[in-house]
């Protein structure tokens, strides 16, 4: 049973801003929000990571209501290398560590 | 940031054999370690839970004997697929929780190797 639902594809262009909300109604108290990124053939890359309201980095912003049944990644002004698949997870700490289980991931596409 | 590595990045062996893949913690200590399966065009699938100094944890219809963990050091983690078999070729990714990060939130993946068994 997934824990997360993503958008299967986006599509954008140069110099949007790009919005990509994931669903988690059953995630647990202890469990924090995290945002990867996946080029092809390349393992994932951390971008973002929340508990609870907005946090910001250099390369993006993670927005999650009060209740944390959903969250939205946003990314500022996206260019063409910002295509790739981003995941939503949300960590099974049961165990005393993160236990992350990929969903199917957004496939964001960048057009010029 | 954080190193995680794996060798090899790509390993092409014949049917039957077997073949190891390392992952690595280069600049911290991993207690825990997790391997993946990525097939193309799809999402990556937890294969088991790797602890250092015990057995690792497999996750449902993982066959732990064809998929063996072992990891002996608090920065190596290796998957051994035994057997291999075409359908076992896959793209293998592991992740590393670093010993200090007592919250577990924080997982660093390796650059992933290409497994293909002809």
């Known amino acids: 049973l997934a824990k997360t639902t993503q958008p299967i594809s986006m599509d954008s262009y140069e110099g949007q801003e790009v919005n990509i909300t994931c669903s988690h109604n059953n995630i647990a108290t202890n469990d924090y929000i995290t945002w990867y990124q996946q080029f092809p053939s390349q393992g994932p890359r951390f971008i973002i990571q929340g508990y609870k309201t907005k946090v910001t980095n250099e390369v993006a912003s993670l927005f999650i209501p009060a209740d944390r049944k959903s969250s939205t990644l946003s990314l500022p002004r996206v260019s063409l290398s910002d295509t790739a698949v981003y995941y939503c997870?949300?960590?099974?700490?049961?165990?005393?560590?993160?236990?992350?289980?990929f969903g199917a991931g957004t496939r964001l596409a960048v057009h010029p | 940031g954080a190193v995680v590595s794996q060798h090899p990045s790509r390993v092409i062996c014949k049917s039957g054999t077997s073949v190891k893949i390392e992952c690595r913690s280069l600049d911290f200590q991993a207690t825990t370690m997790f391997w993946y399966r990525q097939f193309p065009k799809q999402s990556l699938m937890l294969m088991a839970t790797?602890?250092?100094?015990?057995?690792?944890?497999?996750e449902q219809g993982v066959e732990k004997d064809k998929f063996l963990i072992n990891h002996a050091s608090l920065t190596l983690s290796t998957l051994t697929v035994t057997s291999a078999h075409p359908e076992d070729s896959s793209f293998y990714i592991c992740s590393a929780v670093p010993t200090t990060d007592r919250s577990g939130n924080t997982i660093y993946f390796g650059e992933g190797s290409w497994l293909t068994v002809v």
């Open positions: 997870l949300v960590g099974d700490s049961s165990g005393g560590y993160n236990k992350l289980i």
């Open positions: 790797s602890n250092e100094g015990s057995k690792a944890t497999y």
